[in-house]
């Protein structure tokens, strides 16, 4: 989970820590005065595609992913990748749609909407995605795709593929237990809030 720390904030008071990608992106834009609308309109156009791409982009595009790496290990995932590869598609369509006659995600302007969405969009072949099926989304993929400064975002996480099968088999199954068996931690049993 992305979190961060505001040694700065706008208004000079102690540190600010924030946790979720696009609650990070509101505050950072926000503080920036940039990529994030001021007029209440347009800046709720921004925040519905933001919480699109968490509610919806993120986590389906996420579970396809999961499911596909997963294979046969935890038996038969045939139904699971079909069903997240037919929703990622479906996604992609409402992302389709909304391009069909706006530049941006959220009208004329490049917002926070974009830069949410677009990099889990990068991995559309890996996907199971045909991206000449939606000609809008792709004008707008190839668009962002050929700035400068989404190339330079991009090229942060850039490097070799690391194969799991080369990997120790301690390190595989300390990895295994972290993605595939986590359950919630419980409360402290002293010393959380005060109740009346």
């Known amino acids: 989970m992305p979190a961060i720390v505001d040694h700065a904030p706008a208004d000079g008071g102690?540190?600010?820590?924030?946790?979720?990608?696009?609650?990070?992106?509101?505050?950072?834009a926000?503080?920036?005065?940039?990529?994030?609308?001021q007029e209440v309109r347009r800046r709720y156009e921004v925040n519905q595609w933001v919480m699109w791409q968490m509610a919806n982009q993120g986590p389906k595009f996420g579970e396809r992913g999961h499911f596909s790496r997963l294979g046969d290990k935890q038996g038969d995932q045939s139904y699971a990748v079909r069903r997240f590869t037919d929703e990622t598609n479906r996604l992609y369509g409402v992302l389709?749609?909304?391009?069909?006659?706006?530049?941006?995600?959220?009208?004329?302007?490049?917002?926070?909407?974009?830069?949410?969405?677009?990099?889990?969009?990068?991995?559309?072949?890996?996907?199971?995605?045909d991206i000449d099926e939606f000609?809008?989304?792709?004008?707008?993929?190839?668009?962002?795709?050929?700035?400068?400064?989404?190339?330079?975002?991009?090229?942060?996480?850039?490097?070799p593929t690391e194969d799991p099968e080369s990997l120790p088999a301690e390190e595989r199954e300390r990895r295994a237990k972290l993605l595939y068996s986590q359950r919630a931690r419980p409360a402290p049993a002293e010393g959380g809030l005060l109740t009346t």
Do not use: H
């Open 30 to 37: 926000e503080k920036a005065g940039r990529f994030y609308p």
């Open 96 to 129: 389709n749609n909304r391009l069909y006659d706006r530049r941006y995600l959220a009208g004329e302007e490049y917002t926070i909407a974009d830069m949410i969405c677009y990099p889990w969009t990068v991995n559309w072949k890996g996907q199971g995605q």
């Open 135 to 159: 000609k809008y989304f792709k004008r707008w993929f190839d668009e962002l795709s050929a700035r400068p400064a989404v190339q330079r975002g991009l090229a942060v996480t850039a490097g």
């Open 14 to 28: 102690r540190p600010i820590s924030l946790f979720e990608s696009g609650a990070i992106m509101m505050y950072l």
